[in-house]
């Protein structure tokens, strides 16, 4: 039963879907409503709260450009300053009262006789509106291994998505499962604390030197005070992301000598901090740099050479009530079990809930059966008034605040044709999906991702099907160009 309609869905109360609020109030709507299923804002910033948690790249980039913090404590910001900055930005643009929270969405149906949206909560409600929004982002969804016993453990087991601040780790046995980002942050905390820490690799990952220092006292005033200084700041740092991600990773056939300088300079980190060449040799990738999402750190490599520090390559066979049996039969006995194995991407995230269009098509099945797409990454075929956030080729750039920002533009552009003419639904046409498909196929010719070595790389990057469907293959420049200029007539206007 419908009991409430509003003109616009949020799903997700995160850094995306408060740019989406911010984006709807300029627009001059106001009766929306943001669902989201945490008990506060924030999205990946208030649920990941493990030691060691950081921005992984400079935070001057990682922040809107609309709305530029001169306080960030360091230019790795730590992760409690992510989430104050959201908790700001939100009061800010007072979108917090919009905010639902421990509100789970099931699902949305669109509604061809009312031309509506029909949203499912968790609870039995049912919710009306006009457009629908999915602010979700790419990592939502955490994930579990599947491993045999592994639920049977009867030691402590904390996935560093539900981290227990309380929980004592002084003098424990701890097996961490996974070396994606999360443990690159969190290896070197934990290992200051416990009597022994056997980490579990799987796929070995690219780490670089990280350049971090405090930003001090002086500098954070200038920037307040002189806007055009933090600009200055930002500059720099967002074109230097860039160059790194357009040379090294999207122009991999053009400039394959600069991606192996940056394969290189992880090689030569690795060789500072482990002497012992054995080790170094197992922390050592075997695909090219780039397949997956390089990381920072000065510490990483360094913890593996501690004497309560151990590195387990060969794969798991099964987890008993008291340990890790690795393929080879060694058991090491644990008693705390920490899964650092991040989110699920394709199978939970590609839709986060389910979505089903015009004619019933469900987005997620549709998708799988017809490859992944979305026309700028937002808008699919046989969805109206329907924007997804986190889609197919939105990613631009190597900050997530460049997608958002990008898509408000695409936001502005679309909805004020939509109020210009004042029509009542937009769908882009199935040509033009197509066209930008094609493009986007045709870029990542020349990324790492098809031209380079990424078979064994495990990359999220990486759909069940082996298309790099995630990133948006351009500049963040001509991303947001098309934001800005894309034809209208892309999409079905009534």
Known sequence: MTSERFDAVIVGAGFGGIGAAIQLKRLGYDNFVILEREDDLGGTWH??????LAVDIPSTTYSYWFEPNPNWSRLFAP???LKRYADDVADKYDVRRHMRFSTAVEGARWDEELGLWQVALAGGQ???AQFLITATGFLSQPYTPDIPGIATFNGRTIHTTDWDATYDFDGRRVGLIGTGATAVQLVP???????????YQRTAIYVVPKVDFRIPGLLQRAFARVPLVHRTFRYVTDNVLELMLISAVLHYRQFRRLNIAAADLSKIHRFVSIRDKELRQKLTPDYDFGCKRPTFSNTYYRTFTKPNVHLETTGIERIEPDGIVTADGNKRQIDTLVLATGFDLWDANFPAIEVVGREGRNLGKWWRENRFQAYQGVSIPYFPNFLSLAGPYSYSGLSYFDTIERE???MDRLFREVQRRRASTFEVTEEANTRFLDRMTELLDDSVFYGGSC????????NHSGEATLLRPTSTHNAIEEASTFPLSDYQIA
């Open 47 to 52: 649920v990941n709260r493990y030691p060691g």
């Open 79 to 81: 992760g409690p300053e």
């Open 126 to 128: 049912t919710l009306s």
């Open 189 to 199: 905390e934990l290992a200051k604390r416990v009597a022994e820490l056997t980490v």
């Open 408 to 410: 408000m533009r695409l």
């Open 455 to 462: 078979a064994t790389s495990r990359s999220y990057y990486f």
